[in-house]
């Protein structure tokens, strides 16, 4: 019956990947939570997941809040920018 | 043109070029200043500016034309890196959960540590670019897996397996890092 329903801690693990990217099917929702109930070792994976999402994006929004950072718009890159936007580009209205 | 070093920063940080970035501003600042009547205040200027280069960024890697290819089997040298974790019954070799105690805290509460965030950037670059740029198309800007494996040029049918990889090897770099709680 274990061996029917179980799946094994590394098609756990992928599960849990899948997941964040696509809705599990029935079976595999069904057989993941199953393996989640009976595996002291794998239950903790969907969170570290999740968790692993949230300091991605934390961590790719940093940068541009991060204004005791050295890197800074090169001066002449500046003052091209200012040029164009004064010379070329106009609100729509 | 205050912001626009962290609109530099960021767009920095996502393409990896100098040269890309600074074109990203220019665009992002153009655009900005186009759709400035559109702007309503509900959110902060920087907010609104970093809203618009993210489309850019992945309008960036959208056309940067990269070819399609199956790298289900070759992302980055490896053929099967859970092979490492796992016996041949699919049973833990390793403790999954040592050092990563951390991502099953509250978000709010792991976002506010600079120096696990400096780590997770770390890892994040160690990546193979097409792996990183995948990764974060999909986790950070929230594109679907197509649009995601499109962009980065990988087919939408290996995506899958390469998402999966991208975040084992994520773990596995911030457990050699020994993350504390």
Same mark, same amino acid.
């Given at each position: ?20 990217d696509?809705?599990?099917t029935t079976g595999e929702?069904f057989?993941?939570r199953?393996h ?5 070792i ?8 999740r ?13 541009a809040n ?9 001066p002449k890159?500046?003052?091209r920018?200012?040029?164009h ?9 | 043109?205050?912001? #626009? ?10 393409v ?6 600074? *074109?990203l501003?220019?665009?992002?600042l153009?655009a900005a ?6 702007f *309503?205040?509900?959110s ?6 970093i809203?618009i280069m ?8 959208r056309k940067?034309?990269?070819?399609? /290819? *199956? ?10 890196p859970?092979s ?6 699919g049973?833990?070799k390793?403790?999954?959960n040592?050092?990563?105690?951390m991502l #099953?805290? #509250?978000?709010?509460q ?5 120096e696990?965030?400096d780590?997770?950037r770390a ?5 193979p ?7 974060t198309l999909?986790?950070v800007?929230?594109l ?10 990988? /087919?939408?049918?290996?995506a899958?397996v390469?998402? /999966?990889?991208s975040r ?9 890092h020994?993350i504390?709680p």
């Amino acid at each position: 019956m274990l061996k029917a329903l179980g799946i094994s801690c590394k098609d756990a693990y992928g599960l849990c990947s899948v997941q964040m990217d696509r809705k599990l099917t029935t079976g595999e929702s069904f057989r993941l939570r199953f393996h989640l109930k009976i595996c002291g070792i794998c239950q903790y994976l969907p969170k570290q997941f999740r968790g692993l999402s949230e300091l991605v994006r934390a961590c790719e929004l940093d940068p541009a809040n991060d204004e005791s950072s050295d890197v800074q718009l090169p001066p002449k890159v500046r003052e091209r920018i200012v040029e164009h936007l004064r010379d070329g580009v106009q609100p729509k209205s | 043109m205050q912001h #626009a070093d962290s609109l530099y920063r960021y767009a920095l940080s996502r393409v990896k070029d100098h040269h890309a970035a600074e *074109d990203l501003v220019q665009d992002c600042l153009s655009a900005a200043w186009q759709r400035i009547n559109t702007f *309503d205040g509900r959110s902060s200027l920087s907010t609104w500016l970093i809203g618009i280069m993210k489309f850019k960024v992945i309008d960036h890697f959208r056309k940067s034309k990269r070819t399609p /290819t *199956d790298q289900s089997a070759d992302p980055g040298g490896e053929q099967d890196p859970l092979s490492s974790v796992f016996d041949s019954y699919g049973t833990w070799k390793i403790d999954p959960n040592h050092g990563l105690e951390m991502l #099953a805290s #509250a978000p709010d509460q792991i976002a506010s540590q600079n120096e696990l965030l400096d780590w997770v950037r770390a890892c994040l670059n160690k990546l193979p670019d097409r792996l990183r740029v995948l990764f974060t198309l999909r986790e950070v800007d929230g594109l679907a897996v197509s649009s995601a494996a499109s962009a980065a040029g990988v /087919t939408a049918g290996s995506a899958a397996v390469l998402l /999966t990889r991208s975040r084992h090897r994520l773990r596995s770099c911030l457990q050699e890092h020994g993350i504390q709680p």
